[in-house]
Every structure is written in C-alpha cells, then in structure tokens.
C-alpha cells in the first residue's frame, strides 16, 4: 500500500453512532436473516449481557478450609450491626431471665433460713432447692429460645450475604420468624435429650450410694459413669457433628424436624471430618479469645484491690465490685459475638457442602445475574427434587 492509498483510522464513534464508512471498493456486508435479532447499535455490547455477579459474603464456588474458617467472622464484620444487635439481644433475654427468676428468690430463701428455727431448718433446705430446680426452667425455656432464634437469624443472613444482599434488623427477623416453631422444636428436642442422661447418670450414682453405701462400690460405680461420660462425649460429637445443619435445613429449606435430619445426616456423608474439624477449631478460637478477655480484667481487678486494700476494707470491696461489673458486661459482649459466629459457621459449612454435592453455586449465579438482569427469580435454596441433575465437586 502507497503513502496515497492511505488513510487515517477514523475515531471511536459514541454508543448510538452508525459504524464509520466502509472503505471505497468493499462490499455492504449481507443483511440479517428474517427472524434473526436486531444486532445491537455500534458501540454498545450485545443485549443480553450484563455485568457478572457481584462478590458478596462467600464465594460462589466450592470453599477451602481457611475459606470456611473465617468466613463467619466476616458475616459479623459485613453488618455489624442486625448481626452482633441480635446476638446481644439473645445474650440480654437470658441474663435478664436468669436475674428476674433468681435474684428475687434467693433472697427470699436467705431471710426464710436465717429466720427458720431448728425443727423448721431441713424442711426449708429442701422446699428451696425444689424450688430452685423448678425456677431453673425458666431462664432455660428462654435460652432455648433465644438461641434457637438466633440460629434462624444467622442462617438468612449468611444465605443472603451470599448473594451479595445486605438485611437490617427487620428483615432478618421476620424472614427467621417464619421457621421459628420448628426452631424451637428442634433445640428443644436436643436439650431434653442432653438432660435426660445426665439425669439419668445422676441418678445412677445416687441409687448406688443410698442402696450400698460401701465406699468402694461407690467409687466403682464413680468411675464406671466417667466412663461412660467419655463414651457419650464422642458419641455426641459424632451425632453432633452429622446433625449440625439441621437448623439451616429447617429456615432455608423449609423442611419438618424428621426431614431436616435425614438432609444433614445426607449432606454430611462423606465430609465428616472436614466438619467436624471446622466446628471444633472455630469453637477453640472463640472459647479462647472470650476467655482471656473476661477473664485478664477479673484477675487484674482482683489483684488491683489486694494492692490498693490488703486489709480488705471498703475499697477491697469497691475494686472487686467494679471489675465484678466490668467482667460481667464483658461477658455478654463477648458472649453475643461467640454466639453469633458459631451460628454463622453452621450455615456457611451448609452452603459449602450443598454447593459440593449439588452444585448449587450454579443455581445461585444463575439466580445472582437473572436478577440483576431484571428477570424474574425463585429460591436458590430449595432442595434438589428427584430426577434433577445433581452437579458434584471432587
């Protein structure tokens, strides 16, 4: 080509502009076929395209290990505030049961033994603690509650951060409170149970000390129940560990009680010991940090008050007071947060495991652009029904 054939390239043109003319000699390029679709206007990109899905709480593929271990700290970093806010609130319900029931009691129990004569004496110490077992129902029914509540909040946030939303307070909780019965079920369910044999270990060791008082066979019978205790402590991980995704089957699935069960025994088939090993390392994390962070000012204020006050007088008991106060605070705000993570764990081990074995990262970034394109979506978390692919992940 001579310096006269050529020809500067022309400029960009503008979305909406025409293409720039074609150079003399070629040929108009052939129309589209009848039925074909309108191409796009020059500069702009095709139709039906839009942007790719945007990044939120996890990553919509398969997680590592160190993935899944941190991903429920940032469940609390990414919204703080309905987040820790409802792990607060769940801690505030049950130290207020706890104080509204045993407060009021025990110093009503205290002025009865001070004041009760000697014949009366025993009878009182038993009425007491009858009554103390009784009113221990109470902060324990709001427990159950609470924390079962607090399961469900976790599971919606964690499922929606995953798909890049971001809910306030009253979303979260009116999205948890519909699977709320269940909920309360199913940590009803696990409580009862809990209780029930270490009753029943209870009562074992008691009927062996009162039908023989041999102090031997006492201490048979002592060891024989830490036995079994140890026996039952793995046994509890085990079923532990294959029945922790039952609160999010419940809240994203909407399943019943038996069903949920058979779906996290099904999702944790074969992932055992990566679950296992995520619940009890994050749980040794928290119970750590929570316990240096209650306890360093504890002990700092106890020994602040030996030094201000060695004689224990009225500033001994000021120091310990505060720090007693400092501690306890602490330990709610502590509390909250060690909640709110092991309960986020749950549902993000949930997702993980789904996305492994059913390929449900698929279905969320199909349902993540189909909304940002402005079509119409379904629930990416219903469960595979029968005869559908189930996309698995070595």
Known sequence: MSDQQW????????????????????????PPAPGAPTPPLYGQPAGGWTPPPKPGLLPLRPMGFGTLLWAPFRTL????????????????ASAIATAAVFVPFLVLAIGRIESASAEDLDAIMTGTIGW???LTLVPVA???VAGAFLQGVMVVEVASGTLGEKLGFGALWRRAAKRIGPLIGWTLLVSVVVLG????????????ALIAPDPLAIIGVVLVVLLLLLGLAVLAAWLGTKLALVPSVIV????????????????TTGYFWRTFGLILLVGLIVSTVAQTVVQVPMLGGTILAVILDPTAGATYEAVTIASTVVG?????LVGAIVAVVQAALIAVIYIDLRMRSEGLDLELERHVEAREAGL???DPFEPVTAGEPTPTWA
């Open 77 to 92: 970093r990414r919204n703080p505030a309905p987040v820790f806010g409802t792990g607060l609130v769940v801690q505030l």
């Open 328 to 332: 306890t605070v602490l330990s709610i």
């Open 7 to 30: 020809h500067p390239p022309a400029p960009p043109a503008s979305p909406g502009e025409g293409p720039p003319p074609l150079p003399s000699g070629a040929a108009e390029p052939p």
């Open 252 to 267: 994203l699935e909407r399943a019943g009680i038996a069903q949920s069960v058979r779906r996290s025994w099904q999702l």
């Open 197 to 208: 044999v270490f009753v029943l270990l209870a009562a074992i060791v008691v009927m062996t």
């Open 376 to 378: 119409p979506v379904t």
């Open 132 to 134: 103390l077992i009784l």
């Open 142 to 144: 709001v427990g159950v």
